[in-house]
């Protein structure tokens, strides 16, 4: 008996370590990706770099898709402590660099504020995931037919909103979204907090800080589409849809 308690007090401590260690690289990842992108949006050079050759980004972006299914597949490279740091690395980079195209247009305030808004939000939704009671890794279908079910609805109002110009589709579409990525969220909570039917390998600590980063950035992504193309010279009645925060300094066309 005393040698079973032993266990699992060691697997608990090991498993609160692994936690941390996500959390608090996920953390990293999320303040070095901000500072990068404050970088990109106010030294001058590399807005104007990111701007006209947009398509740089778009290479970055793929080339980090493409090493993250690597890294996914071939477990050798995550249980190696110099290649993992390697991959890590290079993956986040290549995202980063890839969200830059969009961050140079980005008003600077809004910029920020959404950064903030879905920080929290990821946030809250770990805590959630952390104390839900409902295992979400053992009824790991029905979490993905509620996703399935999301995706269907977003399509029909965001064709709704293309077709025949419904008020307010488009924003329904997105909460669908938002709702699927939230509950994948909870989910990667639990299997890397572990206790629960599934949960992740412990030293699968920079996968998981890579997966929970990607998450924020899939709730990220849709503070680009409040309105197009803020610091561009577009259509005004296209900047100005669904602005929450104006930079009122701006220049006009």
């Known amino acids: 008996m005393e040698?079973?308690?032993g266990k699992n007090e060691y697997y608990k401590r090991k498993r609160r370590k692994f936690a941390l260690i996500t959390y608090l690289l996920t953390l990293i990842f999320l303040v070095v990706a901000l500072v990068q992108w404050c970088l990109f949006y106010f030294v001058d050079n590399l807005n104007r770099f990111f701007t006209f050759y947009s398509w740089v980004s778009c290479v970055f972006f793929g080339i980090g898709l493409v090493l993250l299914v690597i890294f996914i597949f071939f477990e050798a490279l995550r249980f190696n402590k110099i290649v993992n740091w390697i991959f890590a690395v290079l993956i986040f980079e290549c995202i980063v660099l890839g969200m830059a195209p969009l961050i140079v247009r980005h008003y600077k305030y809004q910029f920020l504020f959404s950064f903030l808004i879905w920080t929290l939000v990821l946030a809250v939704f770990i805590v959630c995931g952390s104390y839900l009671p409902l295992d979400l890794t053992l009824d790991v279908v029905v979490l993905f037919v509620l996703a399935v079910v999301a995706i269907i609805g977003a399509i029909y109002f965001v064709m709704?909103?293309?077709?025949a110009n419904v008020p307010y589709s488009f924003i329904v579409a997105r909460g669908f979204i938002v709702i699927s990525i939230?509950?994948?969220v909870m989910y990667h909570a639990q299997i890397i907090n572990g206790?629960?039917?599934?949960?992740?390998?412990?030293k699968d600590y920079?996968?998981?800080?890579?997966i929970?980063?990607?998450?924020?950035?899939?709730?990220?992504?849709f503070s680009f589409q409040v309105a197009p193309k803020w610091s561009d010279y577009c259509d005004?009645?296209?900047?100005?849809?669904?602005?929450l925060l104006r930079d009122t300094t701006t220049a006009s066309p």
């Open 182 to 184: 939230l509950m994948f």
């Open 212 to 221: 929970l980063f990607l998450d924020f950035l899939l709730m990220y992504l």
């Open 206 to 210: 920079f996968l998981g800080a890579l």
């Open 195 to 202: 206790g629960r039917f599934a949960e992740m390998r412990t």
């Open 236 to 243: 005004r009645d296209l900047s100005n849809n669904l602005v």
């Open 3 to 5: 040698v079973t308690s």
């Open 160 to 163: 709704l909103y293309i077709v």
